[in-house]
């Protein structure tokens, strides 16, 4: 029993130091990242240290009326008196000014950078990452996470940072002219940090809770906007909005628990912190009666503790959005902290020009379940040949194709392009080769042109035009009202598929790739688009070492040769003629899908 008990003890202090080095990570990290602008943040204390002896003589003055200006009626004094605090309030005001612009400066700055650097990682992340991630988690964290952060460090550091400067100042001040009474004030000091540290704890648990649910409301907005064509194929709108009311009513009653955590402390701990203003007038009223202080000095000491009060309320004002901010950043943190799994070596070869010869030597894969995908493949692509790797769903197709465009690196094997090996090659160089057209074609939102002009980002009017012609896209692209400027719309929703994939070709085609990676471009289409399709891909294919993905074997008959893939091995390999000859895998595939036609 008593093991058990030191056994508990022992996890909890581990589990306390563990969360204490994170909180320390966390901070060190933020400082790293806003020590890079550190000239405004410099400035930032340095006004605010002037700005605090401002604030500290100011209750010296009014001592100074109180005590000797008004007993000797110093009538002539009081217009003085009136400048100098007035004076002195213009140029605290002047510093104020400076004071915030040099923090929100520093505070921009800093979450820019941060905002910046998570967008690049994240750019630089494998495709692993983004097939375990959803889209409006990782929106929430570059938008919602980052603002976060970016409310405390640019809103409220300087406030932090004034009242900090005269609460160190004030005590001072209070130790060296009055040491008992300082003494006293500090007693509620430890029970405050107590309750400021506990209530800390419960409200990162339960800030925590609150951001995933927000991560829910976002994903299921990006989910629900996206697909917003199934959901009023099926009707069920009623549904989708039921759903989001349960997330958003989940979210309200998180962020109620904390307000009522936070409710319950505020009080309490504004409570122990007045108890500093009742001790200075209990103990300075016994003072001034006793002859050992005046009334000015009195004044001027109720003045100083409400200024050491106010670091302790502000701070206890703020424990909501600095927990919320501790837990935004730590978020940011864990993508930054994400490893690329498809790494370059230091000094990678540039690829300047490739011939395209394509091989794959003893490649085995398996995903993150450990179930292989690929064993101990073997093919050889030659400069300028075509071929189409056919096979049951799920036999591995469209792995080989990432593999070859190194989305994924091989656990055993490697894979060559003109004899050097994938991972000896920068991955810009490399994809500079190298044109994909997906099966599900994705637009981005903007023009036709833009979207053509994404494969040669500097190309001219003539060439995106000539890329156009050569898709087979430029007919139905000048019978837009708007031509080249016409709007795609969200992924291409203005679209239809033969013109999505006829647009994606002409890309692919603009950027003139020596290697073209095909996902069956023609799946999905009717037969009219599929003709058109297929006349571009032979225009595409021309000259080109082309890896194509086929889904429908009608569409690969003019390949130099067809790859047979089931369970991640070859199984056969030839031409149309030869494979349909041998009466093999291919054949019954082939023959499977025309029954189904004929049917």
């Given at each position: 029993?008593?093991?058990?008990?030191?056994?508990q003890?022992?996890?909890?202090?581990?589990?306390?130091?563990?969360?204490?080095n994170?909180?320390?990570?966390?901070?060190?990290?933020l400082?790293?990242?806003?020590?890079?602008?550190?000239?405004?943040f410099?400035?930032?204390?340095?006004?605010?240290?002037?700005?605090?002896?401002?604030?500290?003589?100011?209750?010296?003055?009014?001592?100074?009326?109180?005590?000797?200006?008004?007993?000797?009626?110093q009538?002539?004094?009081?217009?003085?008196?009136?400048?100098?605090?007035?004076?002195?309030?213009?140029?605290a005001?002047?510093?104020?000014?400076?004071?915030?612009y040099?923090?929100?400066?520093?505070?921009?700055?800093?979450?820019?950078?941060?905002?910046t650097?998570?967008?690049?990682?994240?750019?630089?992340?494998?495709?692993?990452?983004?097939?375990?991630?959803?889209?409006?988690?990782?929106?929430?964290?570059?938008?919602?996470?980052?603002?976060i952060?970016?409310?405390?460090?640019?809103?409220?550091?300087?406030?932090?940072?004034?009242?900090?400067?005269a609460?160190?100042?004030?005590?001072?001040?209070?130790?060296?002219?009055?040491?008992?009474?300082?003494?006293?004030?500090?007693?509620?000091?430890?029970?405050?940090?107590?309750?400021?540290?506990?209530?800390?704890?419960?409200?990162?648990?339960?800030?925590?809770?609150?951001?995933?649910?927000?991560?829910?409301?976002?994903?299921?907005?990006?989910?629900?906007?996206?697909?917003?064509?199934?959901?009023?194929?099926?009707?069920?709108?009623?549904?989708?909005?039921?759903?989001?009311?349960?997330?958003?009513?989940?979210?309200?009653?998180?962020?109620?628990?904390?307000?009522?955590?936070?409710?319950?402390?505020?009080?309490?701990?504004?409570?122990?912190?007045?108890?500093?203003?009742?001790?200075?007038?209990?103990?300075?009223?016994w003072?001034?009666?006793?002859?050992?202080?005046?009334?000015?000095?009195?004044?001027?000491?109720?003045?100083?503790?409400?200024?050491?009060?106010?670091?302790?309320?502000?701070?206890?004002?703020?424990?909501?959005?600095?927990?919320?901010?501790?837990?935004?950043?730590?978020?940011?943190?864990?993508?930054?902290?994400?490893?690329?799994?498809?790494?370059?070596?230091?000094?990678?070869?540039?690829?300047?020009?490739?011939?395209?010869?394509?091989?794959?030597?003893?490649?085995?894969?398996?995903?993150?379940?450990?179930?292989?995908?690929?064993?101990?493949?073997?093919?050889?692509?030659?400069?300028?040949?075509?071929?189409?790797?056919?096979?049951?769903?799920?036999?591995?197709?469209?792995?080989?194709?990432?593999?070859?465009?190194?989305?994924?690196?091989?656990?055993?094997?490697?894979?060559?392009?003109?004899?050097?090996?994938?991972?000896?090659?920068?991955?810009?160089?490399?994809?500079?080769?190298?044109?994909?057209?997906?099966?599900?074609?994705?637009?981005?939102?903007?023009?036709?042109?833009?979207?053509?002009?994404?494969?040669?980002?500097?190309?001219?009017?003539?060439?995106?035009?000539?890329?156009?012609?050569?898709?087979?896209?430029?007919?139905?692209?000048?019978?837009?009202?708007?031509?080249?400027?016409?709007?795609?719309?969200?992924?291409g929703?203005?679209?239809?598929?033969?013109?999505?994939?006829?647009?994606?070709?002409?890309?692919?085609?603009?950027?003139?790739?020596?290697?073209?990676?095909?996902?069956?471009?023609?799946?999905?289409?009717?037969?009219?688009?599929?003709?058109?399709?297929?006349?571009?891909?032979?225009?595409?294919?021309?000259?080109?070492?082309?890896?194509?993905?086929?889904?429908?074997?009608?569409?690969?008959?003019?390949?130099?040769?067809?790859?047979?893939?089931?369970?991640?091995?070859?199984?056969?390999?030839?031409?149309?003629?030869?494979?349909?000859?041998?009466?093999?895998?291919?054949?019954?595939?082939?023959?499977?899908?025309?029954?189904?036609?004929?049917?």
């Open positions: 029993m008593k093991a058990d008990v030191i056994g003890i022992t996890e909890n202090d581990a589990e306390a130091l563990q969360q204490k994170e909180r320390v990570n966390f901070y060190k990290r400082f790293r990242y806003g020590w890079q602008h550190k000239r405004p410099l400035w930032a204390i340095f006004l605010t240290i002037c700005a605090s002896f401002i604030n500290f003589f100011i209750p010296q003055i009014n001592r100074y009326v109180i005590d000797v200006i008004i007993p000797e009626k009538f002539n004094m009081l217009p003085w008196v009136g400048v100098l605090i007035l004076s002195m309030t213009v140029v005001g002047v510093l104020l000014f400076f004071q915030l040099a923090i929100k400066l520093f505070g921009q700055k800093t979450i820019n950078s941060l905002r650097d998570l967008y690049e990682h994240i750019q630089h992340l494998s495709i692993s990452f983004f097939e375990n991630q959803r889209t409006g988690e990782l929106i929430s964290r570059l938008a919602g996470d980052v603002d952060v970016g409310n405390l460090v640019s809103a409220n550091l300087i406030a932090i940072l004034i009242d900090s400067f609460f160190v100042a004030v005590f001072i001040y209070i130790f060296v002219s009055n040491w008992p009474l300082a003494f006293m004030i500090a007693l509620t000091w430890p029970l405050i940090i107590y309750l400021l540290q506990f209530s800390n704890k419960k409200l990162a648990t339960i800030f925590s809770e609150a951001i995933q649910k927000a991560d829910l409301i976002s994903n299921h907005l990006q989910d629900t906007i996206a697909n917003i064509k199934i959901i009023k194929s099926f009707g069920n709108e009623q549904y989708e909005i039921q759903r989001f009311t349960e997330f958003s009513r989940d979210y309200m009653e998180t962020n109620l628990k904390a307000t009522k955590l936070w409710s319950i402390f505020i009080p309490i701990i504004n409570t122990l912190n007045e108890l500093g203003n009742l001790i200075t007038l209990v103990f300075g009223a003072g001034v009666m006793v002859g050992k202080l005046t009334i000015g000095e009195l004044a001027a000491l109720l003045t100083y503790v409400n200024l050491l009060n106010r670091p302790i309320n502000r701070f206890n004002g703020l424990v909501d959005l600095i927990q919320r901010a501790m837990v935004a950043a730590q978020r940011i943190f864990v993508v930054l902290d994400t490893e690329l799994e498809v790494r370059e070596k230091e000094n990678p070869i540039e690829l300047k020009s490739v011939q395209g010869n394509l091989r794959f030597e003893e490649v085995s894969f398996a995903y993150q379940n450990n179930e292989s995908v690929i064993s101990n493949l073997n093919l050889d692509i030659k400069p300028g040949m075509s071929v189409a790797l056919v096979g049951s769903s799920g036999a591995g197709k469209s792995t080989v194709a990432k593999i070859a465009a190194r989305f994924y690196d091989p656990q055993k094997g490697r894979v060559l392009l003109d004899g050097q090996d994938l991972r000896d090659v920068s991955l810009n160089s490399l994809r500079s080769h190298i044109g994909i057209v997906p099966q599900e074609t994705l637009l981005l939102y903007g023009t036709v042109r833009e979207n053509i002009a994404y494969g040669k980002l500097d190309a001219t009017d003539e060439e995106i035009e000539a890329a156009a012609k050569a898709a087979n896209a430029h007919d139905f692209i000048i019978s837009f009202a708007d031509g080249y400027q016409s709007i795609v719309g969200e992924q929703v203005k679209l239809s598929g033969g013109q999505k994939q006829r647009i994606a070709i002409a890309r692919v085609l603009l950027k003139n790739p020596q290697i073209v990676i095909l996902d069956e471009a023609t799946s999905a289409l009717d037969s009219e688009s599929e003709q058109l399709i297929q006349e571009s891909v032979k225009q595409l294919f021309q000259g080109r070492t082309s890896l194509v993905i086929a889904h429908r074997l009608s569409t690969i008959y003019h390949v130099d040769s067809i790859v047979v893939i089931e369970k991640g091995e070859i199984v056969e390999t030839g031409t149309h003629a030869e494979l349909i000859a041998q009466g093999g895998r291919y054949a019954y595939l082939y023959g499977l899908q025309f029954s189904e036609i004929g049917k």
